[in-house]
C-alpha cells in the first residue's frame, strides 16, 4: 500500500494487511484506541508472533470486550453479598464465559497463550486512560535493519482496535 492512502476498509484497503506489515519491520508499537477486543488484536497475532523482539503498548480510551468488562465489573453489582458468595458467582461467570463454541478451539487457546506469555514478559503493556478518550492513534517505531526510510510511521483515523474496526466495516484512517 502506498504512502498517503486513504484507508478504508473496503476491498484492498483494509488497516489490518497495512498494520501486519508495519508490525513485521517495527521494533516498538504504540496504540491509543478508543475500544480494545480481543477480535482485534488476534487479527495482528501472526505477524506479532513473527516479531518476538517487538513490544506493544495499548491505551484504551473508552472499552474493552463486553465480556470482559462484564466480568471485571461483575463484583459490583451485587454487594450485600459475602466475599465467598461473590468469588463464586465470578468464577461461574467465568467459566460460562469461556465455555462456549467461539472460545473453545485450538487457535483460541494458542493465541491466549501466546498474549497471556507478551504480558509477563512485558511485551504486550494494556492500559486504561484515566479519562474518557476516543482517538485512534497507531504508531509504529521502525526497526533500523528492517526499515532504513523512515524512523516512525503513524496512521490515525476511525479505526478501534477491533475485528470490524481493522477489517470490513467501513472507516477511514
Known sequence: MPENTFITNQADKQLKPRLNTLISCSSELKF???FFYFSGITQLYRSLKQNPDCTLKILVGLNVDKLNYELIEFSGHNSRNDDFTLLHHYLDSVVKAINNDEFDTKE???Q???FVQAILEERLLI???R?????KLYFFKMNEVSCKVKPAIFITGSSNLTRAGLAGQGELN
Open 32 to 34: 491509543l484506541v478508543g
Open 108 to 110: 483460541f487457546y494458542e
Open 112 to 114: 491466549a497463550d501466546f
Open 127 to 129: 492500559r486504561k486512560t
Open 131 to 135: 479519562e474518557p478518550n476516543h482517538s
